[in-house]
């Protein structure tokens, strides 16, 4: 039986597994963030063992899908704060829970069934066809991601 790893409770670790995360282990190897930073590594700064590079830091939050705001927040709540002010605000962009929830939804679904996700915008693309609205923009620049 696997022994189940037990976290420290921090900003971090919280927001992983509010994405639908279990694991550091998981995290490190479905996310982009294994192209830019070792797994060590990535498990040190999660746990908040090691000192925060802080565009490494960024990368990994940017996977966890925080927001360049509450980057941030959590740049400023670690102490580092050195390039705080080349993040972008975006304090304009506010998600109903709708929005955060349907968000969330997409990034799980994108994380674990690639292929689900072309399925969904075919019928993105079919749904806006019956409601006569012209989303092409909108589903080319989510099929340029996939």
Same mark, same amino acid.
């Given at each position: 039986?696997?022994?189940?790893? #037990?976290?420290?409770?921090?900003? !971090?670790?919280?927001?992983? $597994?509010?994405?639908?995360?279990?694991?550091? @282990?998981?995290? &490190?190897?479905?996310?982009?963030?294994?192209?830019?930073?070792?797994?060590?590594?990535?498990?040190?700064?999660?746990?908040?063992?090691?000192?925060?590079?802080?565009?490494?830091? #960024?990368?990994?939050?940017?996977? !966890?899908?925080?927001?360049? $705001?509450?980057?941030?927040?959590?740049?400023? @709540?670690?102490? &580092?704060?050195?390039?705080?002010?080349?993040?972008?605000?975006?304090?304009?962009?506010?998600?109903?829970?709708?929005?955060?929830?349907?968000?969330?939804?997409?990034?799980?679904?994108?994380?674990?069934?690639?292929?689900?996700?072309?399925?969904?915008?075919?019928?993105?693309?079919?749904?806006?066809?019956?409601?006569?609205?012209?989303?092409?923009?909108?589903?080319?620049?989510?099929?340029?991601?996939?």
């Amino acid at each position: 039986m696997k022994k189940k790893i #037990i976290y420290p409770n921090n900003t !971090l670790t919280r927001k992983m $597994n509010r994405q639908g995360w279990e694991t550091v @282990e998981q995290f &490190y190897h479905n996310s982009s963030v294994n192209q830019v930073v070792s797994r060590e590594t990535c498990r040190q700064l999660i746990l908040h063992q090691k000192k925060v590079v802080e565009p490494i830091f #960024i990368k990994i939050a940017e996977a !966890l899908g925080f927001t360049p $705001n509450e980057i941030k927040d959590v740049l400023h @709540e670690y102490g &580092y704060t050195d390039f705080v002010h080349l993040i972008g605000d975006h304090h304009g962009l506010k998600l109903t829970d709708e929005e955060e929830t349907f968000l969330s939804l997409f990034r799980k679904l994108r994380r674990s069934r690639p292929a689900v996700v072309t399925s969904l915008l075919n019928i993105f693309d079919s749904l806006c066809c019956v409601a006569e609205i012209d989303c092409s923009e909108e589903i080319s620049r989510l099929n340029k991601r996939q």
